[in-house]
Structures are given as C-alpha cells and as structure tokens.
C-alpha cells in the first residue's frame, strides 16, 4: 500500500522539483476599434478594453490594450461577447463574423460533414469591433432548436410559431 501510494505521488513530487506543473496551453489576442472596417488590426487602431471573451468553458475581460488570454483545448471556439454599441465585421451573407473555431483535427469522421482540421492555434486571435449606433429598447425573437419528426410537425411549426 505505501509502495502505490509512493508511485503515485513520484510524478507530482518531480514537478514541484523541477518547477511548477505544467500549465494549459494558452490562446491569445486583441479585441480593437476597426476604424477603417478592413477586419485587421492597422496602426492606430486601439484595443478595446473591458470586452469580454470565451472558450465556451472561461470568460475573460480585455486588459487596458484590448489584449485577452485563455486556456486552449484541442476542440473550442473563442469568441466576443458583443459589447453594446460595438458590432463585429460580417461577412458576404451578413452574418457576424466574432469567432474563432480551434479544431485542429477536424470533427470526428460522420456521415455529415463537419468541421475541416483548422491546423496549429494561431499566435493571436484578434476580435474586430466597430462603433454602432444602438436604440435603447429594442424587440427579440429567439427560436430554439426545433426538432420536427415529420412533414405534419413541420407545418405546425411554420403555422403556429414561424409565421406568428
């Protein structure tokens, strides 16, 4: 018994020797002003302080220079919590473009096609905000993920819920 206890705490025993344990990989970037509305971060384009960001599991705030860091899995998506009166760049569908997916081998093999290997974690993740104007009230319609089982379903969602 006191051999097992003994073995298992060696590795622990080494790191405190050797220095601190190994910490988690770590992401990086810059939540900034995008002043010209290009997407990247030019000279004269301060960060933005106080903007929050995640790795779907931690949120942090931007330091003073807009900087943020997060521990790093091999599967998450970093991404800017919009903060009011700021709007990420969208892209040719109008969608938001204020996300990074860190899937360095792809998504699993499926029948459906998921996410292609997005390779090595880049040196820095860096979220473009510009100013907007925004009303102070303002309405929402959220939909959940509805999960219709046939055509019958289907047309109940579109009459009752979709076209209400």
Same mark, same amino acid.
Request: proline share 10%; charged share 25%.
């Given at each position: 018994m006191r051999l097992s206890l003994l073995l298992l705490a060696l590795p622990l025993v080494a790191s405190l020797v050797h220095g601190q344990a190994e910490s988690p990989a770590q992401a990086r970037g810059v939540v900034f002003d995008d002043r010209n509305a290009n997407g990247t971060r030019d000279e004269g384009e301060p960060g $933005?302080?106080? /903007? $929050?960001?995640?790795?779907?599991?931690? /949120?942090?705030?931007t330091g003073a220079d807009g900087s943020w860091t997060l521990p790093v899995r091999d599967?998450?998506?970093?991404? /800017?919590i919009k903060p009011r009166g700021w709007m990420p760049p969208v892209d040719e569908h109008q969608l938001?473009?204020?996300?990074?997916?860190?899937?360095?081998?792809?998504?699993?093999?499926?029948?459906?096609?998921? /996410?292609?290997?997005t390779g090595p974690l880049p040196a820095s993740i860096d979220f473009a905000l510009r100013r907007q104007d925004e009303p102070d009230t303002f309405k929402a319609h959220f939909f959940g993920d509805t999960q219709a089982r046939n055509k019958k379903e289907l047309g109940y969602m579109a009459r009752d819920t979709i076209q209400e």
């Amino acid at each position: 018994m006191r051999l097992s206890l003994l073995l298992l705490a060696l590795p622990l025993v080494a790191s405190l020797v050797h220095g601190q344990a190994e910490s988690p990989a770590q992401a990086r970037g810059v939540v900034f002003d995008d002043r010209n509305a290009n997407g990247t971060r030019d000279e004269g384009e301060p960060g $933005l302080p106080d /903007v $929050l960001v995640s790795n779907q599991r931690e /949120v942090t705030a931007t330091g003073a220079d807009g900087s943020w860091t997060l521990p790093v899995r091999d599967d998450c998506i970093f991404f /800017v919590i919009k903060p009011r009166g700021w709007m990420p760049p969208v892209d040719e569908h109008q969608l938001p473009r204020f996300f990074h997916i860190h899937k360095p081998a792809g998504s699993p093999q499926s029948q459906f096609p998921g /996410v292609a290997p997005t390779g090595p974690l880049p040196a820095s993740i860096d979220f473009a905000l510009r100013r907007q104007d925004e009303p102070d009230t303002f309405k929402a319609h959220f939909f959940g993920d509805t999960q219709a089982r046939n055509k019958k379903e289907l047309g109940y969602m579109a009459r009752d819920t979709i076209q209400e």
